[in-house]
Nanobody, 123 residues
Framework: QVQLVESGGGLVQAGGSLRLSCLASGRTFSSVAMGWFRQAPGKEREFVAA????????FYADSVKGRFTISRDNAKNTVYLQMNSLKPEDTAVYSC????????????????WGQGTQVTVSS
């Protein structure tokens, strides 16, 4: 069992930055790949970024590539999402998730989810 708690969301102007954190419980965190997803009102949840268990591999949605950076600190059981050059279309609830298998881009490849944190970008 893995419990995930996100933090760091908030209201920011377009062009601004935020850093999201996801604190995980459980001793297996360092061996689990992690992902960030987001869901805007009226839209399906979509993949944002993922990182392998050793942080050696990262994956990004085209819409955030070059603006967002995913990282992890296994000593702190935490995965981060640094979001720069934010746009109004980045407004969504952002959730982290633990990967169990399969491709990193699909929600069905993740079996534990956090509650999410709201990110609102004003124009």
């Amino acid at each position: 069992q893995v419990q995930l708690v996100e933090s760091g969301g908030g209201l920011v102007q377009a062009g601004g930055s935020l850093r999201l954190s996801c604190l995980a419980s459980g001793r297996t965190f360092s061996s689990v790949a992690m992902g960030w997803f987001r869901q805007a009102p009226g839209k399906e949840r979509e993949f944002v970024a993922a990182i392998g268990w050793s942080a050696g591999r990262t994956f990004y949605a085209d819409s955030v590539k070059g603006r967002f950076t995913i990282s992890r600190d296994n000593a702190k059981n935490t995965v981060y999402l640094q979001m720069n050059s934010l746009k109004p279309e980045d407004t969504a609830v952002y959730s982290c998730a633990a990967h169990w298998g399969g491709n990193y881009y699909s929600t069905t490849s993740y079996n534990f989810w956090g509650q999410g944190t709201q990110v609102t970008v004003s124009s």
